[in-house]
């Protein structure tokens, strides 16, 4: 699908130096050699040691992809959330550390993801218990690189709410699809919060006593000031170079869960246009409503398939097909493969070689 921007070295594709400096040092812990990690991507480490350093999202790719590999079982994105530190983040984490309370840290987090993650989508939520953070992503990836990335953020943001308030957590956990793997052991002992793997979502839950708990550094004119400085990243990266197809896109993967996605119609009152001219304006960038509706549907279809345990027939459902004979013509259209196959591949990586 063409959004209407192919740069994919720009700002909005990029990705902190910081990030890859971390996973060379923790390929080097592991014994490996950190030059099979940066072969061919013609960076050197004191590139990524400047505070302006952004690596594309091809060469971030190809780096976990590597790094999965050479760690195999060993538990990479564990061992990455561990090494990584607040400060880490520049301005997310500043408003992470002045936020006043934990809750807020973690909106705030939610909020401004894609200017260090963005391959992921974060959604926020809360109830009278407390306070959910999943992630979902807004890529095609590999299963060993999206448990890596997944692990990272998710356990790295039990550490850092651990090391904001200065003393262990209490009754949070971390949920994780799929079977728990055999170096969870290793870690277990180590980690703020406990892992609960078999669920149905990749998420963080943070009960309302600790969400309530106040940093160390709590400062409202510093966490204001912190996140001015988000948003004016946030525009530079995001503002000048998203296009209305990735306007609506975004918007498309911000709708709800198990409900039909919008119509053109709807989606052009969304934006101030009238139908025809949102159709014009499309077709102009290389694409179509359509398009970026069947786009969202096969990532949904993806994730439902690979991290829930619903029968292929309720995944059809949740997504809007009538009957599950148009949805696997569909997703095989998307894919190349049926449905139960892309299930059985994802739950076997070994059966894609």
Not at 16 to 35: N, T, V
Not at 79 to 100: D, E, F, R
Not at 113 to 121: D, G, K, M, N, T
Not at 240 to 257: C, G, M, N, V, Y
């Given at each position: ?138 890529r095609d990836m590999d299963p060993p690189i999206r448990t890596f990335i997944t692990e990272a953020i998710l356990i790295g943001v039990t550490l850092m709410a651990e090391q904001l308030l200065g003393r262990p957590l209490r009754d949070a956990w971390v949920e994780m699809a799929g079977a728990e793997p055999p170096y969870y052991r290793h870690y277990r002992q ?119 345990r619903l029968d292929i027939s309720q995944v059809a459902d949740q997504l809007g097909y009538r009957d599950l004979g148009t949805f696997s013509t569909a997703f095989n259209r998307w894919t190349n493969r049926t449905p139960r196959d892309f299930r059985r591949q994802s739950l076997n990586p070994s059966t894609n070689q």
């Amino acid at each position: 699908m063409n959004l209407g921007q192919d740069n994919v070295s720009g700002p909005l594709q990029g990705i902190p130096g910081i990030y890859l400096l971390l996973l060379c040092d923790l390929i080097k812990q592991f014994g490996l050699e950190e030059q099979a990690l940066l072969d061919g991507m013609a960076v050197t480490r004191a590139d990524l040691l400047r505070g302006d350093s952004r690596i594309t999202m091809k060469m971030g790719h190809l780096a976990a992809q590597r790094a999965t590999a050479m760690a195999g079982d060993r538990g990479l994105g564990m061992a990455y959330a561990q090494a990584l530190k607040v400060t880490m983040h520049g301005s997310v984490g500043l408003v992470a550390m002045t936020s006043p309370n934990i809750g807020a840290a973690l909106q705030a987090m939610a909020r401004f993801i894609a200017l260090r993650a963005p391959f992921f989508q974060a959604e926020f939520s809360a109830d009278d218990q407390g306070m959910w953070v999943a992630l979902n992503p807004t890529r095609d990836m590999d299963p060993p690189i999206r448990t890596f990335i997944t692990e990272a953020i998710l356990i790295g943001v039990t550490l850092m709410a651990e090391q904001l308030l200065g003393r262990p957590l209490r009754d949070a956990w971390v949920e994780m699809a799929g079977a728990e793997p055999p170096y969870y052991r290793h870690y277990r002992q180590r980690l703020p919060a406990p892992v609960r793997y078999g669920g149905v979502h990749c998420r963080l839950r943070m009960p309302v006593d600790l969400c309530q708990a106040v940093p160390q550094l709590a400062d409202p004119a510093a966490a204001d000031l912190a996140r001015q400085q988000c948003e004016q990243e946030y525009q530079q990266l995001f503002s000048r170079q998203e296009t209305l197809a990735h306007k609506i896109a975004r918007h498309l993967r911000d709708s709800p869960r198990g409900q039909a996605l919008p119509s053109q119609e709807v989606i052009a009152r969304r934006f101030h246009l009238s139908s025809r001219t949102l159709k014009r304006r499309l077709q102009e960038l290389g694409t179509c409503y359509r398009e970026l509706v069947e786009e969202e549907l096969k990532q949904r279809a993806m994730q439902l398939l690979a991290e829930t345990r619903l029968d292929i027939s309720q995944v059809a459902d949740q997504l809007g097909y009538r009957d599950l004979g148009t949805f696997s013509t569909a997703f095989n259209r998307w894919t190349n493969r049926t449905p139960r196959d892309f299930r059985r591949q994802s739950l076997n990586p070994s059966t894609n070689q």
